[in-house]
């Protein structure tokens, strides 16, 4: 009898397993993959056509898309773009500014968030809507303000004119004092009876617990930065202070009418980007599952 039911049980549970497998199976896994590939060839796509655009002899014409795929290929635009142009000296330009318009980025905005966090002070809460509502105001709707101040300040066609108005991000604020709310009080009071400052409360504690909300908006303002067109366009005269944004036009009306040397150039300013994407691609998806944007 014992036999008859450690024999029924054993053949019973491949039988289980095998339906639990088949409720987990998702029945439109297939129709998902398939939408996947297809979207990103979608995105794929464009990169690889520029790539061999940019390899094509300057002046080529294309009756059919697929001719811009065939040979022959140079790579003598590579050369001209890269030492007899401003090109790198335009790409120093937005690394410069990315990099410290990120860094006084976060400076700023986790100051900002701990002192509305952390700190007891009257009007706290008003000064914070006043956060809350700079994210419902467009940023082209403050270009014109921020350059009659830059100009009175004397800062136009200078790196510190394009950097200073960037620095400004109140979804930074408002991320980054959600995060710090998520800190217990409990933890900031005792270090505050072991005589723990505000400063080191900030740089010890406080801080290094909120290293997933940096790397998010750190990543998402350098981005931004690297991308940004308007206000350099309208705050910059001087050739050499270009960003890569605003010299990438000129080759079209300075230098050429065709598709080839603008598509070198932006195969050379895209090559940061993808590297960096590389490097990190968990940091980029976290930081857009974290902060809850949509691309």
């Known amino acids: 009898m014992r036999k008859t039911t450690t024999a029924h049980s054993s053949t019973s549970a491949p039988t289980k397993h095998a339906s639990l497998l088949q409720k987990n199976r998702d029945p439109l896994k297939s129709v998902k993959m398939t939408a996947a590939i297809v979207a990103a060839i979608m995105f794929v796509f464009p990169i690889i056509w520029m ?16 001719d811009w795929f065939l040979p022959p290929y140079t790579w003598v ?3 001209e773009i890269l030492f007899e142009s401003k090109v790198l000296l335009w790409l120093w330009n937005s690394l410069y500014v990315g990099v410290v318009t990120t860094i006084l980025t976060l400076i700023i905005t986790s100051l900002a968030a701990f002192a509305i966090s952390k700190m007891k002070f009257g009007y706290r809460k008003f000064i914070y809507v006043f956060f809350l509502a700079g994210m419902m105001v467009p940023g082209e709707a403050t270009i014109i303000p921020l350059f009659e101040i830059v100009k009175n300040l004397e800062l136009l066609d200078t790196y510190t004119g394009l950097i200073l108005p960037m620095i400004a991000s109140p979804m ?18 005792s270090a505050q009876i072991d005589g723990c400052s505000y400063g080191r409360l900030y740089w010890s504690i406080v801080l290094p617990l909120a290293k997933p909300a940096l790397a998010a908006i750190g990543i998402f303002t350098f981005i931004g930065s690297w991308n940004n ?18 010299g990438i036009p000129t080759f079209n009306s300075n230098y050429s009418q065709s598709y080839v040397l603008p598509m070198t150039v932006n195969a050379v300013a895209s090559l940061p980007v993808i590297i960096a994407f590389l490097l990190f691609e968990k940091q980029i998806v976290k930081g857009v ?4 944007l949509k691309g």
């Open 229 to 246: 067109f308007l206000w350099p366009f309208l705050s910059i005269v001087t050739e050499n202070l270009y960003t890569l944004p605003v």
């Open 51 to 66: 790539l061999f655009v940019s390899l094509k002899p300057q002046a080529t014409t294309a009756s059919l898309p697929l």
């Open 172 to 189: 930074g604020v408002i991320i980054l004092k959600s995060f710090f709310d998520g800190v217990p009080d409990e933890v900031i009071e």
């Open 289 to 292: 599952s974290f902060t809850g």
């Open 77 to 79: 635009n590579y050369h």
